[in-house]
C-alpha cells in the first residue's frame, strides 16, 4: 500500500523534479555549445568532416597579404581562359616563362592576345595561360582564378594550380625576389588544398617538357625549393 505524502512532502518532490529537469537541460545545452565549437574548429582548420594536417595560412594576418598579388584575370576566351570549373586541385604545377628578361605582365598580355585566335604553332591554334605568373622582382599577377581551369600543365590542367615564374637568363634560375614569392604562394596554396610535398611538380613530371628548365637541370635545387615550401608552412604555424 502506497503511502500518502504530505503536501510539504509534494511540494518538495515536485520541486526536486523540476531542477532534475532543469540540470539536464543545462547540462544538454553546455554540450551542445562543445559540439558546435569543435565543430566550427574544424571548418576554420580545413572542413566540416575533418581537421586539415597542415595550417590554413588564410587564418594568418597578413600572409595573403603579404604576397603582393595583383589580379589582372584574362578576358573570357576558348584559347586562354575557357572559363571551365576547377572542381577539385590535387596539385601545384611549377613553370617557367621561357622568355628569358620578360617580366610578368607582358606573360599576361601574350596570354590575353591569345583570344583574338590568330597565334599558331605547327599549324595549330595555341591554348595556352597560367593561374599565376610571378615576376623578376617577386611581383605576382592572378590571370585565371582559383576555380577555372587555365590552360598550362596539358592532362594535369583539370586538378591543378599552375604558376608561371619568369626568369632573366637562359639558365632559367630565378631571382631571389621571384624565388621567394614562388616559396611563399606555393605554401599558400598547399595549406589551403590540404597538399603534400609530393602534390608539388614540374610541368616536367607530366609530359617530360624541360620546364621549369633550372629546376629540371638541377634536381637537387628543385628538392631544396619543396622543403622551403613546408618551412614556411611550419614557422607559419608557430606564429599564429
Not at 608561371?164 to 595549406?191: M, N, Q
Amino acid at each position: 500500500m502506497r503511502k500518502r505524502l504530505t503536501k510539504a512532502q509534494y511540494r518538495r518532490k515536485k520541486k526536486m523534479k523540476r531542477l532534475l529537469i532543469l540540470s539536464s537541460l543545462v547540462l544538454m545545452f553546455v554540450t551542445g555549445v562543445c559540439l558546435i565549437g569543435g565543430g566550427i574548429s574544424n571548418i576554420l582548420q580545413g572542413g566540416l568532416f575533418g581537421v586539415r594536417s597542415k595550417p590554413t595560412l588564410k587564418m594568418i594576418d597578413g600572409f595573403y597579404d603579404s604576397l603582393n598579388i595583383e589580379e589582372m584575370l584574362l578576358t573570357p576566351n576558348e584559347y586562354s581562359r575557357p572559363k571551365t570549373g576547377l572542381n577539385k586541385v590535387k596539385g601545384v604545377v611549377i613553370h617557367y616563362t621561357a622568355n628569358p628578361g620578360t617580366d610578368a605582365e607582358a606573360n599576361r598580355n601574350y596570354f590575353e592576345g591569345l583570344k583574338e585566335g590568330k597565334t599558331y604553332a605547327n599549324g595549330n591554334y595555341i591554348y595556352s595561360s597560367s593561374n599565376f605568373i610571378i615576376g623578376l622582382k617577386g611581383n605576382i599577377i592572378q590571370c585565371v582564378p582559383l576555380n577555372e581551369v587555365a590552360y598550362a600543365s596539358n592532362g594535369r590542367n583539370e586538378d591543378t594550380i599552375s604558376i608561371e615564374v619568369c626568369h632573366p637568363d637562359e639558365t632559367g634560375k630565378f631571382t631571389k625576389k621571384s624565388y621567394r614569392s614562388l616559396v611563399k604562394l606555393t605554401a599558400w596554396i598547399c595549406s589551403e588544398y590540404n597538399l603534400e610535398k609530393e602534390d608539388i611538380i614540374r610541368h616536367y613530371d607530366v609530359t617530360g617538357k624541360v620546364c621549369p628548365k633550372y629546376f629540371v637541370d638541377n634536381e637537387e635545387d628543385w628538392k631544396q625549393f619543396k622543403e622551403d615550401v613546408f618551412k614556411v608552412i611550419e614557422e607559419n604555424a608557430k606564429n599564429k
